[in-house]
């Protein structure tokens, strides 16, 4: 019987990719100079993983390039080489390589040979020279007194796997294959204990093999192939043929040597840079179509299926019965009721299942502040919290590229170099901190650095230098940080490759508003800045407030709603050409009549004999003018994009309970529309006739 093993490759990049994360989170944890073997450890089994499955899937060149790599492990971890900063760099740079070749591959794309060349080329430096201890320096005087050393010539292998050692994943034709790799081999297979055909199970395995290995050969390197079987099988490694040799006293092995004071200072340094660092990105996302759930949230999804069966089996008994009195009404009535909870814990119950920690979000992280940070010449330490707060897949899938370039903005723009805050009375290590929390309905991120805050002077003046705002508009503080996130601002001197094009602060505001969340930012100069994202748990539902504009229903999404209220006349101002707006305690707001926006016909034009459905996004505030408000809601959110065209003012579509498709506003699009009317200011948010 033979198995098409390409159905497993998404299974193998999909783990391959997390054992790159692992390798690469802890390479930036260890320590120089100092072997700590579990975490060399862990570093050796993802990588030992990769190349073992990547030589199944006939992946050569990865698996080539990894066994460098774990050559280069396996000497740190058995404390003949030191870790070196050079060497954990060189690594870090390998795992880059290794994830783009993956990449590529899954993609069948051509692999970049240059890239992958150089890096090999460092790794075979290393191994050839790097402070190894195993390769010992004679001195001029040393003595050459030999002593015996026996050598062999060939191993004898007997390999007999127990029964259940295939169901563990383990495949004994790789183990043989690796087996090739190392020198000239010959193979004789045992089938004494193999069934007769109709008997075999295809999960257990009957076979033994006697291998003969012949060549220059380490018995460390035979046993290295059998590492993750030993406990698995019944295995002998024994010398074919023993001669003696001589051997130089002066190649016994060296003491392993110790790093000056001033590299353990340096390695010291460092250390306290990588706990900070995060992952680069690649050029392209690893997104996995699969999610790895917790046996609890689907033993939860299976509880609830079985509620629902024993409903529908009730309400069936109650339809095929001959009569229906009012007892079987009341039951039925019953039922229902039933039945909405069950669905409602059902729906909750699925949407779990898509939820993540945001630490998946987080990982990137350290390893971008350790590269930006050595690459700007600063010191920082990065904190993160909340890395357990969930959220949905699809949401965190897409908040990344926008998490980075507000870290990247803190990097470059926020935290001082070390002479700078030494200056400023401040520690030399500035800090970032990442932090996850959910607040009602919604997730928060937080964005927070100990910096040099924003410039509200140059900002205003590049402001009025670039025509965003002139120099009558009066701006709160909080409107004055706003300005960064305009199309093409930026205040930075100097253009570099982290940052200063005006690219990135509107295109993070953009993706953000795409995924129905805001983003804000607090900052006090010399004291720090914070950005704060609120995200909506789940792209897929939302809690809504129906409302109607003569014969349409819109769905207003609830986390919007400030209040709801009747008009009061006195309250409201208008001024010809300019806003009508609402007096509300101390604010005005501008009304914004929905039928004027979407062109449709409402049951009266007079505000007066409206309702009004206070809003807010992003800090301002609109009141938007309806007929009639009717029940909430939760809703399952249909794309226009997807099956119509994306239109301003709208978020989406969704199906109510009687059939009828009603609309999901976009409370930030509703507001830019209504800017666009000339009606109100696009920097302040206010009417014009407040304004002025």
Known sequence: MSIDISQFLDTFYEESFEGLDIMESELLNLDVGEADEEVINTIFRAAHSIKGGSGTFGLNAVADYTHVMETLLDEMRSGQREVTQNAVDVLLRSVDVLRSMLLSLKDNE????????????????????????????VSDNAETRTAPQEKTSGWTITFKPNADMLQTGNDPVRIIRELDSLGDISVEVNTDQLPELELIDPELSYLSWTIKVSGDVEEGDIRECFEWVEDECELSITADKVESTSIAKSDVAAPVSVPAADERREGDRRKGDRRTSAKSTSKKSAESSSIRVNIDKVDDLINMVGELVITQSMLSQIGDSEEFDNAALERLNDGLTQLEQHTRELQESVMRIRMMPISFAFQRFPRLVHDLSSQLDKKIELVLTGESTELDKTVMEKIGDPLVHLVRNSLDHGIETPQVRLENGKSETGTIELNAFHQGGNIVIEI????????????????????????????????????????????????????????????????????????????????????????????AILDGQLIRVGKETYIVPLISIIESLQVNPEMISSVTGAADVYKLRDDYIPIVRLYDIFGIEADTTDISESLLVVVENEGKKIAICVDELLGQQQVVIKSLETNLKQIDGLSGATILGNGTVALILDISGVMQLYQYSGKTSAVTGQPKIIAA
Not at 110 to 131: A, F, P, S, V, Y
Not at 479 to 490: H, V, Y
Not at 519 to 537: H, M, N, Q, W, Y
């Open 110 to 137: 051509e692999l970049n040979h240059d890239t992958i060349t150089k890096t090999h080329e460092e790794l075979k430096i290393l191994l050839r020279g790097e402070n190894n201890s195993s390769k010992p320096t």
């Open 448 to 539: 927070k650095d100990d910096g040099a805050g924003l410039n509200h002077e140059r900002i205003l003046a590049k402001g009025i230098e670039n025509g965003i705002i002139t120099t009558e508009d009066k701006l709160t503080h909080d409107q004055i940080n706003d300005l960064i996130f305009a199309p093409g601002f930026s205040t930075a001197e100097v253009v570099s490759d982290v940052s200063g094009r005006g690219v990135g602060m509107d295109v993070v505001r953009r993706n953000i508003r795409a995924l129905g969340g805001t983003v804000d930012v607090k900052s006090e100069a010399g004291v720090g800045s914070v950005f704060t994202i609120r995200l909506p748990l789940t792209l």
